[in-house]
C-alpha cells in the first residue's frame, strides 16, 4: 500500500470516527438534556466526600440527610431516562464491546450490547443501593451508591467514544479503575453489568 493510499485510508477512518461520535454525542445528549442527572451526580459525590470527611456524628448526620432528597430526584430522573431511551431505535443504541473504536463495529451484533438494556440495568442497581435498609452503614450505602454512578458515567463514556477512553476518564477524573468499580457495585448489578458487556 502506497503513502498515499494509506493516508487517504486514515483520513476516511478519522471522518467516519468524528462523525460516529459526534452522532452518539447529540443522541445521549438529547435525552439528558431533560434531566439534571449530572449536576445531581455531581452533588451526591461531593456530598458524600463532605460527610464521610465530617468528625462531628451529628453534623455527619445531618448532611447525609440533607443528601436524602437529591438521592431520591436522582433515581426518579434516572427511571425516567432509562423508560424514554427505551424507544430508541436498536441501531443507534448499539454499543460496541472493542476496547478502541472501529468504524462500524456497532454492527456487528454479537461485538456489541445494547445501551438501553445498561440504562435500564444502572437504573435498578442505584435505586437498589439507595434503599433504605436497616442497620446498613450509611458509610457503606454512599460507597456503593457512588460506584453505581461511577459505572452509569463509564457507560455513557463508552457509548459516546470508547470502552479505553472511558475507562482512562474514570480513572483521570474519580481515581479509580474500571475493575474497582465493578467490584464495588451491588452484587446483582454486577452479575447483570457482566453478562451484558461479556
Not at 447529540?26 to 452533588?43: D, F, N, P, Q, V
Not at 459505572?151 to 477524573?173: E, G, M, N, V
Amino acid at each position: 500500500m502506497s503513502f498515499l493510499s494509506a493516508a487517504v485510508a486514515a483520513a476516511f477512518g478519522w471522518a467516519l470516527r468524528v462523525r460516529d461520535r459526534g452522532q452518539r454525542i447529540a443522541l445521549l445528549a438529547g435525552y439528558l438534556s431533560r434531566y439534571r442527572i449530572e449536576k445531581h451526580m455531581e452533588t451526591l459525590a461531593e456530598g458524600y466526600l463532605r460527610a464521610l470527611g465530617e468528625g462531628d456524628p451529628q453534623r455527619r448526620e445531618q448532611i447525609w440527610e440533607l443528601l436524602h432528597p437529591t438521592e431520591q430526584e436522582l433515581c426518579g430522573q434516572l427511571a425516567r431516562l432509562a423508560g424514554d431511551i427505551a424507544s430508541a431505535d436498536e441501531a443507534q443504541v448499539r454499543v460496541s464491546k472493542l476496547p478502541v473504536w472501529l468504524p462500524f463495529a456497532t454492527r456487528l451484533k454479537p461485538a456489541t450490547f445494547d445501551l438501553r438494556a445498561a440504562l435500564a440495568l444502572h437504573a435498578a442497581g442505584l435505586r437498589e443501593a439507595l434503599r433504605e435498609r436497616d442497620g446498613m452503614p450509611a458509610r457503606e450505602r454512599a460507597f456503593t451508591a457512588s460506584a453505581e454512578l461511577f459505572l452509569l458515567q463509564h457507560t455513557c463514556h463508552w457509548f459516546c467514544k470508547s470502552r479505553f477512553i472511558a475507562s482512562a476518564r474514570l480513572l483521570a477524573r474519580h481515581k479509580t479503575s474500571y475493575e474497582q468499580v465493578v467490584a464495588a457495585v451491588l452484587p446483582q448489578t454486577r452479575a447483570a453489568y457482566t453478562a451484558l458487556v461479556a
